[in-house]
Structures are given as structure tokens and as C-alpha cells.
């Protein structure tokens, strides 16, 4: 087994496609933070720590109940006493694992929740998911099957579990603030983040105690919208034949030394573009947004559910 004493202690935690792989990419650049995912390419720097062992819940469609998680490779090799360990796991905000675990052996971390508007965020994660090599289910299709549910979230149903439960988020959000306190935790929506980025980091800075000067000038955004090109060779890149895998695997039995040399290239299949906003009826719109009444409210008059001191505007 591999023993940790250096943990994570800054935790972006969600909820998904909320602005926090845009706010990790740009904190994790100050030399008093150190990412021990930065080793991997940013989109998929989610470690999941806090969730490893069998599935409490279905992350996604391909992740059943059940299924056994592994955290991503943590990397330490670099970490020179940074006064922050930084970790990026969306998930991480709706399990009660994760909750109890920070309450209990992390005392001294410190939680960001990133929110945005519900409605929005079923629509992003469904981007998100058609983003992917393995999801191939039409937006038809999806709203077909949870009429089919009646809209019932049903933590044995990997299929629409997570389009049903990222976006209600509110009493998710009451907990973790709640359990750890309005010292421990800050919760920003996307729109601040969108609209005042520079203002929003001097406040994280001030909070963490750190120098907001030390933070990169150009802010790039990260994780946007499109799908997977469809270009012969990157399509190849994503899957390749399996004799490729056998010859690579007989000429260098190294599986590090495969993925340092493998990775890059394979890497630059997964080259997104830009796709059209997909329209969507007003009946079905007006559908999900009744589903969702309640975290609606609550974002749009968060003001009037969470104390002042935690929320960065």
C-alpha cells in the first residue's frame, strides 16, 4: 500500500461544469500551491481521493454502482512544504464519504463549491458526457429515458443518476458548511467567476492567505464546450488497434516508459471543437426546470440560504 502524510488541503469539490477546472488550472500556478494531479493533462486531473474503494454512487453513465474506483497516481516527487495541496474532485460534493472524511481527518483544509444555475447544469453534463469516447445516447434519448424513470433519481440507474442529482445540489451545499463551518468554505457561482475572475481570485488569495500577486496575468478558461473532431487521425489516436497495443507492449515492457512516450501523442486525438448550442423545445425546457424548482430558487436567492462570509461574489 501507499502511505500519504502530505494530503490535500484546498478542495474544489464541485458541483460539475461550474468553473472549477478553470479556478484549478489558474490557483495551482502560485507557488505556495502544489497539484499533485498537475502531472496529467487538465481536464482529466480529477484524483477522486476522497471516493476510492466500490462506488457509492454512479459518478456517471459508465461508472455503476459497485464499480471499484482507484484515485488517480498522486505525484509528490515535486512538493517543496507548498503551504496548500490542492485537489479538483467534483464528485467529491455530493458524498457523504467524502464529508466525513473531510470533517475527521482533514481539520485544517479548506473547500470551494462552485455553483451555476441548475438548468444550465444539466444541459453542460450532458455536453460533457457527449464529450466523451463511450457515451452515444442522443438528448432525445436521455429525456426519453427519464420520463421513462419519471424523473426519479434511482441510485441504481448509472444512466440518468448523475443528470438528476449533480443539479440538485442545495442541501449538498447546506451540509458541507454546516459540518465544516463558514471559516472552512467558500462558494462562488460560475457567473463570478465568468464575469470578475481577477476579483474572485484576490478573495480566494485573501482567504488562503497568500500573495493574489504570485497568480498567472492571463487567465485562460478551461474545459469549454464542443465535441471530439471527427478527423481520421485523431480518431485513430483514440483507438488504435489492438496489435498496437501487443507491439508496443512486446518491444517496450516498460508500462511507465510506454505511457511517457505514448501519452503525449495519443493525446492529441482528444482535440475538441466547437459545436452548435443544441436547440432545445420549450416544453422539454420547461420540463427540466420544474424538476429542478427548488435548487433554482436556491441559486438565485443564495444570498438568503448560506451566510454572507461564505459566499465570493
Known amino acids: 500500500m501507499q502511505a500519504i502524510t502530505d494530503v490535500p488541503n484546498l478542495l474544489l469539490i464541485g458541483a460539475p461544469k461550474s468553473g ?5 488550472s489558474w490557483i495551482r500556478e502560485h507557488p505556495e500551491v502544489y497539484h499533485p494531479w498537475g502531472h496529467m493533462p487538465i481536464p482529466n486531473s480529477e484524483s477522486g481521493f476522497l471516493l476510492g474503494g466500490f462506488a457509492e454512487f454512479p459518478f456517471s453513465p459508465s461508472i455503476p454502482v459497485g464499480t471499484l474506483v482507484l484515485p488517480n497516481n498522486i505525484d509528490l516527487d515535486n512538493y517543496k512544504n507548498q503551504k496548500w495541496i490542492i485537489d479538483k474532485s467534483p464528485q467529491h460534493l455530493y458524498s457523504v ?11 485544517n483544509s479548506k473547500v470551494i463549491i462552485t455553483l451555476r444555475n441548475p438548468y444550465d447544469l444539466f ?15 442522443s438528448f432525445e434519448e436521455l429525456i426519453d429515458m427519464l420520463d421513462n424513470s419519471n424523473w426519479k433519481v434511482n441510485i441504481h ?3 440518468t443518476w448523475s443528470f438528476l442529482t449533480y443539479p440538485k445540489y442545495s442541501e449538498s451545499v ?18 463570478s467567476i465568468a464575469g470578475n475572475s481577477r476579483g474572485v481570485l484576490n478573495s480566494i488569495c485573501e482567504w488562503l492567505d497568500i500573495d493574489p500577486l504570485k497568480l498567472p496575468q492571463k487567465l485562460a478558461v478551461n474545459n469549454q464546450g464542443g465535441k471530439l473532431s471527427n478527423n481520421p487521425l485523431r480518431k485513430f489516436l483514440r483507438h488504435p488497434p489492438n496489435f498496437i497495443f501487443k507491439l508496443a507492449r512486446l518491444f517496450l515492457p516498460s508500462r511507465n516508459f510506454r505511457r511517457i512516450i505514448f501519452d503525449p501523442i495519443r493525446r492529441m486525438g482528444w482535440k475538441y471543437v466547437r459545436t452548435e448550442k443544441k436547440h432545445i423545445s420549450p416544453e422539454v425546457e420547461e420540463r427540466i426546470r420544474t424538476i429542478f424548482t427548488k435548487d433554482i430558487e436556491f441559486f438565485d436567492n443564495i444570498e438568503e440560504y448560506i451566510p454572507s462570509s461564505v459566499l465570493i461574489n
Request: aromatic share 12%; hydrophobic share 35%.
Open 97 to 107: 464519504n467524502a464529508l466525513d472524511y473531510v470533517s475527521k481527518y482533514l481539520p
Open 174 to 191: 447546506m451540509k458541507w458548511i454546516e459540518n465544516l463551518g463558514e471559516d472552512r468554505v467558500k462558494v462562488i457561482k460560475l457567473t
Open 20 to 24: 472549477t477546472t478553470s479556478l484549478l
Open 157 to 159: 440507474n448509472q444512466d
Open 123 to 137: 444541459i453542460s453534463w450532458y455536453g460533457q458526457m457527449n464529450k466523451g469516447i463511450n457515451y452515444n445516447t
